[in-house]
């Protein structure tokens, strides 16, 4: 089983809806959680960076992170067309693995006008 | 441009050529990760430097791998006697400390045939 677990979708929604995408992760150690943008051929983009548990928002981006449950989301207010992509969430400890990151496959994101 | 940038952006080369990859991190940061990333699954950790200090390998880095980052600057990934199974997105990463969040290259795309 891997550590991070993330529904690959495809996930196809309207423009102008809410979107919801979901990691769940086996490793209590995981401390900073982070939610990347990645458009076909490019480099991942960082949307969302969050400590512990919590909330962040930032513009139409809503980042939660549930410890106890080994949960996270990422919420996608208005959503468009240009939102689509695939997102990947990643963790990381912090400390003893020097900060890399464990991902998740990816969740594709299709924003249809 | 100042993020992290990658050279080349695609390389394609036969079964048992060796293949070079170079990144240039965000210039004031000292730790640089790579990372690889097969079709439909999120990126995995390869290799992590600080400054000019390998710190950490995985164990998907085979003998085959070989990366340096000389005075603690740019990096090079090298890849010798390539196989099928290299092929793959090689991403690098930058951050300036382990809590910090990790910037990412756009990539560069590795066609063995």
């Known amino acids: 089983q891997k550590e991070v677990e993330q529904d690959p979708g495809p996930l196809s929604v309207p423009e102008g809806a809410i979107v919801s995408l979901n990691c769940t992760y086996s490793n209590s150690a995981f401390q900073y959680f982070m939610w990347y943008r990645q458009y076909s051929r490019k480099g991942p983009e960082l949307l969302m960076y969050t400590y512990s548990s919590g909330n962040k928002e930032d513009g139409r981006f809503t980042a939660q992170v549930d410890k106890s449950s080994k949960y996270i989301s990422l919420f996608i207010r208005d959503s468009q067309p240009s939102d689509s992509a695939t997102y990947l969430c990643a963790m990381s400890d912090g400390g003893t693995s020097y900060g890399k990151l464990t991902f998740g496959q990816g969740t594709i994101l299709t924003v249809h006008p | 441009d100042t993020g992290v940038s990658q050279d080349p952006r695609h390389k394609i080369t036969k079964r048992g050529q060796n293949v070079t990859f170079r990144c240039d991190p965000i210039s004031e940061h000292n730790r640089l990760y790579w990372y690889r990333q097969t079709l439909g699954q999120g990126p995995e950790f390869l290799t992590y430097f600080q400054n000019e200090a390998q710190l950490e390998k995985s164990r998907l880095l085979s003998d085959r791998f070989s990366a340096e980052r000389p005075k603690g600057s740019f990096s090079t990934l090298e890849i010798q006697r390539t196989e099928q199974g290299d092929s793959a997105m090689y991403l690098c990463?930058?951050?300036?400390?382990?809590?910090?969040?990790?910037?990412f290259g756009p990539g560069t795309r590795l066609t063995v045939l």
């Open positions: 990463a930058s951050s300036d400390n382990r809590v910090s969040p990790q910037f």
